[in-house]
Structures are given as structure tokens and as C-alpha cells.
């Protein structure tokens, strides 16, 4: 029973990816349509982030009182309610409102399903958690090209993606008192195997409260929290700007490049696929540094004067190059910065996660509108940079600590 619940979890992972992807793939051909200037895609995506902010940190709290599952629905309830108003959202006033519940609700399904698998599932189970997330990113933008292409409606494509998250909400309401029955056995399941060696025990917990007000204060930690910020910001920025600098700068169909963008988040989301057997036989941080030298490689082809098709193949090195990254950083902080802390730096690196993705692409935005859409990739490679420096910078700290202990 507790493999087939997963699956629904899974489900649920795909649901939360779709939506993410859908308004830089739709933003071409919308923004004429409702009367908007070209950089208020930036304002929707900060309304989105700032709500996932907020509902992501009042989730444990909330997730304490009503417990996972319900929080689960009542949050897809949220978001397949706030992309069946963006179908018929008539002005970008109306998108911005259905932008909160979006936010709120994405936000607490993220981080209580994430808080749910790290709990009652072992550690592996992430990482599939996060591949399947990229399934919904990478399936959103080919949903929206069909019906651009088709029918030259992005309105059809969020009426569709709308009914796909109302199923979910109804699964979701079926197997609602399975939620604790399935976290009773697992946890027992669990304390019967070997520990699992990113669960903490109730010693290292105690001990983490004893030194969380000191967190900041490790040497390493705070290059860590900007790694995390240029990585979501770069992930978001490419996902929200990356059609609309297909079709401005290089005069490809908003179809098209709805269809590229969707094979972005498919390199991500194969990538996560992959990385999920590699790390069998290759250790975290040379994983993440090949990722980011990777991504690299693909922004530095989208700066360079090459044949249209050479933009595709930059975005899917992005794509696989981010893919280890996030789900690796993550994995290394108990080891990076010891267990004690681990609990406490989660927060704070999700915290600054969300800070990228909020405000890094509506900045873009701003810039694009004042200069050219042109400098995306520009943009992308200096994120890009300022993540694997950051990152590098961390892995030197901790260098100099071995040495020196």
C-alpha cells in the first residue's frame, strides 16, 4: 500500500511542476491579448513566489493542525481554482489576483509533500520526488504549445492543465484517510531498518536547537544561502524569459518555442532521472560541479553567435546541468555544516530559493523592458557564474577546515 501511495505523491509532485512552466511558454501570446506590457510576466511570477513563500513557511504549523493530507487538497484545490481563473482572466489585474492563491497553494504542497517523503520515506525517494516535478514542468509548456499552435488559444491550455489538477483534487479526496494509515507504517518500517543517513536522531534535533541562533554565523553558510539563490533564480528566469527571448531575439514561433522550453525542463527532468542511478557510483559534489559546468556550457552557447538551432541545444544543456544541482546542495548540508544544524539551514536555504525565484526573473524583466530582450543570455551565463562561485567558495571553506582539523 505505502508504494502505490507514493504514486499519488508522485502525482501530486507532476501537478505542482505543470503550472510552473505554463506562463513563460503562454507569455508571448498573452501579453498582446489582455492589454499588458511585456515585463508584467515578472510581476505575476513575484506574486506566485511571494505567496509560495509565505504558505511554504506557515506549512509545518499548519501541517500540525490538519495533517498532511488535507493541507495537500485544500492547497490543489487552491491552484486548480487559481488556473481556471487564468482561462478567463480578462486583464492582468484578474491574473494577478489568481496569482495569489496559485502561490499559496504551490507553496504548501511543496514543502509539506517534500517534509512528508523526507519523514516516512527513505532518502532516495527525493530524488524521484523532484524528477517528477520536472514531468509537470516539461509537460506544461507542451500542453500550452498544442493548443497555441492549434487553436492559437493560450486560454484553453490553463482551462486544460485546470481539469488535470481538479482529477488530482479528486484522487487526492479518495485516498484522504490513507495519509496517516501509510505514515504509521512506514514510520514503523523504518525504525525496524538501518537509519536512514540523512535522518537525524532525537539527539542531533536537540542539539540543533541549542545552536540554531548561531547558524549564520558558520563559516561557508552564507556562500551556500547565495548558491541557492542564483540556482532558482537562473532555473526560473530561463523557465519564464526563455520563449519570449526565442521569439523576440530569434524570430522563432511562439509554438516552437513553447515546445524548446518544454524540452529545458525535460533536461532537468531526465537529468534528475539519471542522477538518481550515478550517485550509486559518484559522489554528491562532483555531481553538482559537473552540472554546473555544464549549465555553463549551455549559457555560453546561447551568447555566442550561432545558427538558430544551437539555442535549443543551449537550453537543454542548462537543463541537464541543473539537475543535479539543487536536489545535491540540499543533500549535502548535514554533511557540509553538520546535523545539528541541518534542520534550521533547510529553512533558511528554501527561504533564499524562494528569494531567486521571486525577484531574479522580474528583475530580468525590468532590464529586458529598458534594454532588449537580447540580454537574456547575457543574464543567464552571470547567474550561472555567481552560482558555481558561490558554491566553489563553500567547498574551499570546508577544504581549509578538513586540513586545519
Same mark, same amino acid.
Given at each position: ?29 498573452? &501579453? ?15 506574486? *506566485? ?7 511554504? @513557511? ?35 489585474? &484578474?491574473?494577478?489576483? !489568481? ?28 530524488? &524521484?520526488?523532484?524528477?517528477? &516535478? ?33 482529477? %488530482? ?12 494509515? $501509510? ?24 542539539? =540543533? ?24 533564480? *537562473?532555473?526560473?528566469?530561463? =523557465? ?6 526565442? $521569439? ?6 511562439? =509554438? ?9 525542463? =525535460? ?9 538518481? !542511478? ?21 549559457? *555560453? ?8 538551432? !544551437? ?10 546541468? %541543473? ?43 525590468? @532590464? ?11 543574464? $543567464?551565463?552571470?547567474?550561472? %557564474? ?7 567558495? $563553500? ?11
Amino acid at each position: 500500500m505505502a508504494t502505490w501511495f507514493l504514486i499519488i505523491i508522485y502525482l501530486a509532485f507532476i501537478s505542482l511542476g505543470l503550472p510552473d512552466s505554463l506562463l513563460g511558454s503562454a507569455w508571448p501570446v498573452m &501579453w498582446p491579448e489582455i492589454g499588458a506590457s511585456f515585463g508584467s510576466a515578472g510581476i505575476l511570477s513575484m506574486v *506566485v513566489a511571494g505567496g509560495t513563500i509565505v504558505s511554504s @513557511l506557515a506549512s509545518g504549523s499548519i501541517t500540525h493542525k490538519i495533517g498532511a493530507g488535507k493541507i495537500t487538497l485544500i492547497s490543489c484545490c487552491l491552484t486548480a481554482g487559481a488556473l481556471l481563473g487564468y482561462s478567463f482572466a480578462p486583464s492582468l489585474v &484578474w491574473l494577478i489576483i !489568481f496569482a495569489i492563491p496559485l502561490g499559496l497553494g504551490a507553496g504548501a504542497v511543496d514543502a509539506t509533500l517534500n517534509n512528508y517523503v523526507a519523514e516516512h520515506y527513505k532518502a532516495h525517494h527525493m530524488n &524521484w520526488l523532484h524528477c517528477f &516535478w520536472g514531468v509537470g514542468a516539461t509537460a506544461g509548456p507542451i500542453i500550452m504549445s498544442y493548443y497555441i499552435a492549434d487553436q492559437n488559444s493560450w486560454r484553453s491550455g490553463y482551462a486544460t492543465v485546470a481539469l488535470i489538477q481538479f482529477g %488530482l483534487v479528486i484522487i487526492l479526496f479518495i485516498t484522504l484517510p490513507l495519509w496517516k494509515r $501509510v505514515a504509521t507504517m512506514r514510520d514503523a518500517d523504518l525504525t525496524q531498518s538501518e537509519p536512514d543517513e540523512n535522518q537525524m536522531d532525537s539527539t542531533s534535533v536537540e542539539d =540543533g536547537k541549542k545552536h540554531a541562533q548561531k547558524v549564520l554565523k558558520i563559516k561557508g553558510v552564507k556562500h551556500s544561502l547565495v548558491a541557492f539563490l542564483f540556482y532558482c533564480g *537562473v532555473e526560473a528566469t530561463v =523557465g519564464l524569459w526563455g520563449a519570449s527571448y526565442l $521569439v523576440g531575439a530569434r524570430d522563432i514561433t511562439a =509554438g516552437t518555442a513553447a515546445v524548446w522550453i518544454s524540452l529545458y525542463y =525535460g533536461g532537468i527532468t531526465i537529468g534528475r532521472l539519471v542522477t538518481g !542511478f550515478v550517485t550509486l557510483k559518484i559522489r554528491n559534489r562532483v555531481l553538482i560541479l559537473i552540472g554546473q559546468l555544464t549549465a555553463i556550457l549551455g549559457g *555560453v552557447i546561447l551568447v555566442l553567435p550561432l545558427p538558430i538551432p !544551437f539555442s535549443l541545444a543551449g537550453l537543454i544543456l542548462i537543463g541537464l546541468g %541543473l539537475a543535479p544541482i539543487y536536489p545535491g546542495l540540499l543533500h549535502e548540508t548535514p554533511t557540509r555544516f553538520g546535523r545539528e544544524n541541518s534542520a534550521k539551514l533547510m529553512g533558511y536555504q528554501m527561504a533564499l530559493a524562494y528569494t531567486g525565484t521571486t525577484f531574479l526573473p522580474p528583475i530580468f524583466g525590468m @532590464l529586458a523592458s529598458q534594454i532588449s530582450i537580447r540580454v537574456f543570455p547575457i543574464i $543567464v551565463l552571470i547567474f550561472l %557564474l555567481c552560482m558555481i562561485l558561490s558554491s566553489e567558495r $563553500v567547498n574551499r571553506i570546508l577544504k581549509k577546515r578538513v586540513l586545519k582539523g
